[in-house]
């Protein structure tokens, strides 16, 4: 089943950072607009940031502006998730989207699923 493969969760302490990575097999990250979301317990699930296909363009939920940075590295077939100072409030397990509708970047993160691919996700604590 191609599904894009989520990885780089795990513990970190206030003001930490980690790395997430999604990736790929048997499908093109490249074509496809491509976004992070988390979902925390009882909340509801959140476009977190997400990256368009079609312009490059990139999109932060105001909750994470200036702390995370979404990147893609086409030679690698891999999406990352750069988030630094974390904070308590970041935990949540953090799922990627690829879709290959050319959705601008804000429109992916804000219009919720379905979308042609979703990850298993990866848990990412923040506590002291």
């Known amino acids: 089943q191609l599904q894009p493969v989520e990885s780089g969760g795990g513990s970190v302490q206030p003001g930490g950072s980690l790395r997430l990575s999604c990736a790929a097999s048997?499908?093109?990250?490249?074509?496809?607009?491509i976004g992070w979301f988390r979902q925390a317990p009882g909340k509801e699930r959140e476009g977190v940031s997400c990256i368009s296909s079609r312009d490059g363009s990139t999109y932060y939920a105001d909750s994470v502006k200036g702390r995370f940075t979404i990147s893609r590295n086409n030679a690698k077939n891999t999406v990352y998730l750069q988030m630094n100072s974390l904070k308590p409030e970041d935990t949540a397990v953090y799922y990627c989207a690829a879709d290959l509708r050319g959705f601008a970047a804000q429109a992916m993160c804000r219009m919720g699923p379905p979308y042609d691919y979703w990850g298993q996700g990866t848990q990412v604590t923040v506590s002291s």
């Open positions: 048997g499908f093109t990250l490249d074509y496809y607009t």
